[in-house]
Structures are given as C-alpha cells and as structure tokens.
C-alpha cells in the first residue's frame, strides 16, 4: 500500500508547534525564572514514554485499552487525540520523504514546513496528482477523528503533561523512531524559521525538558485548529489544480507524473533561468475551477467552527485559577513560552477580532475591495456558498471578485490598524498562537 503526501495545510501546525517550542525550549530550558512552579504537579503518564521511545503505536494502544476500562477518563482521551495527531504528522514526513520533496525548491521554502527535517530521498517514488488528492482527504479524515475525540472530553480540570521535545516519529518509515528522528532534531535541520538558537548545538538539550500542562482551554484551542486546518484542505479539495500539478509539479517533487518530461530533463539544480520561468508559471497556473463546491460550504463551516472554540478556549483561559505550564496564558499566569506577556488589552483586542471575523464569515460585513471610487465590499460568505473559479491574477485585478461585490457595512481598516497597534505589529504571530 503506497503511503499517500498529505497537505501542507499540516505543516503550518506542526511548524507552530515546533516554532514556539524551539523559542521556549531555547530560552527557559528548565523550571526557573519566568517559570510558574506548579501546585501539586500531576504525574507524568506512564503511557506518554512510548511516545519517547518513539513507539506511537504502543501509546495509541494503551490509550485506547486504558478507555475501554475507564470510558470516564478525560486525560486518556486527550492523549489519545495526541497520538491521533501525531500519527498524521508522521505519515506526512514520510509521505515527503517517499514521494522526494525538494528541501532545496524556491517554492517549497515558502511553504511553513516545506523545510522544516525534509530528507533528499535518492530514490523516490512517482507522485501522482491522484495521490495528493488521495493524501489531502485522508488528511482531513485524520483530522475529523481528532476532533471527534477532543470533542468527548468533559472534564473541566483535565490535565496532560508532556514533554514535546522527547517526542520521536518515523519520519522516513522504515519502521524505527531513532533519536535523530525527534521532533526537535527535524526542526533543527531545517529552521525554516532562522529563530535565534534554533542552530545552537544545546538545543537538543535543553528541549528535553522543556515540559507543558495541556489543559481544557487547550482542548478548545487544538479542536479550533483541526477545524482550521480542515477547512484550509477543504478548498483545495474544491478545486482542480491538477494542470498546475503537471506543468510545475516538478518544483516541488523529484518525481512527479508529468505529461511534459523535458521539465525533468534539465536538471533542478541546474538552468537558473527556466527555475525563474517555471516559477511564473506556477503562478499564473492558479487559475482553479471548482469541481466539489460542497467542500467550499464544508470549508465556511469549519472556519466558523474554529471562530467558536477561539472563544471557548479563552473563556476556559480566563476561567482558570491555577498557574501551570500553561500553553496560552491569561493576564495572571506565567506562560511556557518566555518573554511573551498577555495583555488584557490583547485579549480583549482578539476578542474583537472573533467577532469581526465571524460577522464577515456570516455576510453581515464586507470585506473592502481595492478598486474603484464607489463604496462597495466582497461579501465573504458567498466566496464559500457560491464559488466561482479561482484565478489569482484576476482576483489581484479585481474582475475576480466582481460576482461577490455588494454595497453594505465594510468592515473600516481602522478596526484592524488597531489590532496591529494592540499586538505591536504583529497580529498575524500572535493570532497563529491564539487561534
């Protein structure tokens, strides 16, 4: 059975994940300044060493007997939706790996984890167009389980301690998680991201510390990213971009299905000129149609989704009274990551940015439109209930647009200026984190 590529919309997750680990990791190595000391620490499970000896199989195992003996256990249950997750990463590095994505391609560079550990396969498979539309809805079933799981959790003062940078997948799938096979070391070989230390030669050290307290606010906020991500693969899985896949496939694979095979003939690290032409073409090979627009409506329901769980996390967030580990923290706790403080300002700012991006999701506002002199906006939920063909350079023209054009309350730019102004310029990091 051929393992199938997954969509990159997973490697914008992971590459969060390993990101702001790597900052945490390099900075606070152990409990120290800046670390909350935590009351009555919970144990670390018994089951999370699998995990650590790279063993996910035996930890999804143990969960799973562990729930069928205790159905009530919340804790076991947000483990198990870890190693759900997990296991979807792994498949996706090997997937990269088996199908050879280019570690050296302009465009995969691009990508949040086009980077981030990828390994030259001298041998790789052909990547078909068929398998990455094959590997994108597995994706997004893997996701879904994840979610379903998440969604079962009921306990309000859940907890699980991990220690992400212990964690070891198989990321080449030759049946071993080896020590350099951690999640930490992928990072390192790729900093797709150049964060300061991600080079250092302690790093790896410091990272086996580095220890976290998911709680329920972390429930809410990873079940508002699954929804994220499904919906992101969801408008791919809308469209057909196979005729870019074919003519421009080869930027990103060593291998891939092609009616063109002089593009593999000139050699990739060769020709610098037709890497530049290819890369326009690339570009102007964004021109979609839509050929299962249901997955564009499924898409608008899942970003509405992640819209809700953003506000359930934070309530869960402001609700807590413990200071431990936390991933997110409120105003009076201490977070994981260092040198990062949450403000009420930002809370109350992002707060403002849910119910903005929820009433442009809905219709009741519009998104400004950059030409012309008329008061007019982009109605953002028809984008998603009635889509059109895709194509980028029209889209930047305008004429793209034009059928989903409405007079009505645009959203004022000054709104999200102040945004900008409350997170000091940068919003788009900081909403990464929040979600």
């Not at 969801?234 to 694979?253: C, K, Q, S």
């Not at 310029?425 to 979600?435: D, E, I, P, T, V």
Request: with cysteine; hydrophobic share 40%.
């Amino acid at each position: 059975m051929r393992t199938r590529f997954p969509h990159g919309g997973l490697r914008i997750v992971f590459s969060l994940f390993l990101c702001v680990f790597a900052a945490a990791g390099a900075a606070a190595p152990d409990r120290g300044a800046g670390q909350a000391a935590s009351d009555g620490d919970p144990a670390t499970p018994a089951w999370t060493r699998f995990l650590y000896e790279g063993d996910l199989p035996g930890a999804r195992e143990t969960l799973r007997d562990r729930l069928e003996a205790r159905p009530g256990d919340d804790q076991a249950r947000v483990g198990l939706a870890v190693t759900q997750l997990l296991g979807a990463l792994e498949r996706a590095a090997q997937g990269s790996y088996r199908y050879g994505l280019r570690p050296d391609s302009e465009v995969a560079r691009f990508l949040p984890m086009g980077r981030m550990g990828t390994l030259a396969n001298p041998d790789p498979e052909t990547v078909a167009y068929t398998d990455i539309q094959a590997g994108l809805k597995a994706w997004v079933d893997d996701l879904a389980r994840v979610e379903a799981t998440l969604a079962k959790v009921e306990d309000e003062t859940v907890k699980l301690p991990l220690y992400p940078g212990r964690i070891r997948l198989d990321f080449n799938g030759d049946g071993q998680a080896t020590e350099a096979e951690s999640l930490w070391r992928a990072y390192a070989a790729g900093a797709p991201f150049g964060l300061p230390g991600s080079r250092s030669p302690r790093l790896g050290e410091q990272a086996q510390d580095f220890r976290v307290v998911f709680d329920m606010a972390d429930v809410h906020w990873l079940r508002g990213y699954t929804h994220l991500l499904m919906g992101t693969s969801d408008i791919l899985l809308a469209h057909d971009w196979e005729p870019l896949f074919d003519r421009a496939g080869h930027l990103l694979f060593a291998r891939p299905e092609t009616d063109y095979p002089f593009l593999l003939e000139d050699g990739y690290a060769r020709g610098m000129p037709w890497r530049f032409v290819d890369a326009i073409a690339f570009i102007h090979l964004i021109n979609f149609e839509v050929t299962a627009p249901e997955r564009m409506r499924r898409a608008h329901d899942h970003f509405q989704a992640a819209i809700r769980q953003s506000r359930e996390s934070w309530d869960a967030i402001m609700a807590e009274t413990d200071d431990d580990r936390e991933w997110i923290p409120a105003p009076s706790q201490t977070g994981v990551v260092p040198g990062i403080a949450v403000t009420p300002e930002m809370i109350r700012e992002w707060r403002r940015f849910l119910t903005e991006a929820d009433a442009l999701l809905s219709g009741e506002k519009l998104a400004p439109f950059w030409r012309g002199s008329t008061a007019r906006g982009i109605n953002v939920r028809r984008l998603f209930t009635e889509p059109h063909r895709f194509d980028l350079v029209l889209w930047l023209q305008g004429t793209g647009v034009a059928p989903y054009l409405e007079t009505g309350d645009v959203t004022d730019p000054a709104t999200w200026r102040q945004f900008q102004r409350t997170f000091r310029g940068r919003f788009l990091s900081f909403a990464l984190w929040f979600n």
